[in-house]
């Protein structure tokens, strides 16, 4: 006879067990006859890392430098293309492209907390300093 177990009743634990099983899926007895236990190897278990989830965000706001004095600004997003003034030297200039951005911020979407970080970045999947939140860093549309 072919020592494949043929389905029923496991011998250890009485639950009943489809055919062709080498071990009891309640109590894990051997089922097959033709096999011993040194022979058969039962792989550790081994859970799989849970996969981050990664949230995509864009600049809320720019950190700039203004082309007159050279002192960082803090501009939101909703100025872009539209003239504004430096709180430093009150010089007026047009917050586009060709300003000097040195980083920008927005909130993690993950906790709330707001993030800075240099435009370098942009583009790239970080990690939240402050609750290790996957991100990805998008660039505006």
């Known amino acids: 006879m072919n020592g ?11 639950d009943d067990m489809p055919a062709r099983l080498v071990h009891c899926r309640t109590c894990r007895a051997l089922l097959n006859n033709e096999l011993s236990e040194d022979s058969v190897e039962v792989p550790m278990f081994s859970p799989l890392p849970e996969i981050a989830v990664i949230a995509a965000v864009s600049p809320k706001g720019h950190y700039v430098l203004c082309p007159g ?6 501009i939101h997003t909703k100025y872009r293309g539209l003239k504004v003034q430096c709180k430093h030297c009150s010089q007026p200039f047009t917050y586009n492209a060709a300003v000097e951005v040195k980083a920008f911020y927005t909130p993690c979407p993950h906790c709330g907390s707001e993030l800075r970080a240099g435009s370098k970045y942009m583009g790239h999947k970080v990690v939240c300093k402050h609750c290790s939140g996957h991100i990805q860093l998008m660039s505006e549309g």
């Open 4 to 14: 494949a177990w043929p389905g029923g009743p496991c011998p250890q634990c009485g």
């Open 69 to 74: 004095c050279k002192e960082e600004l803090r």
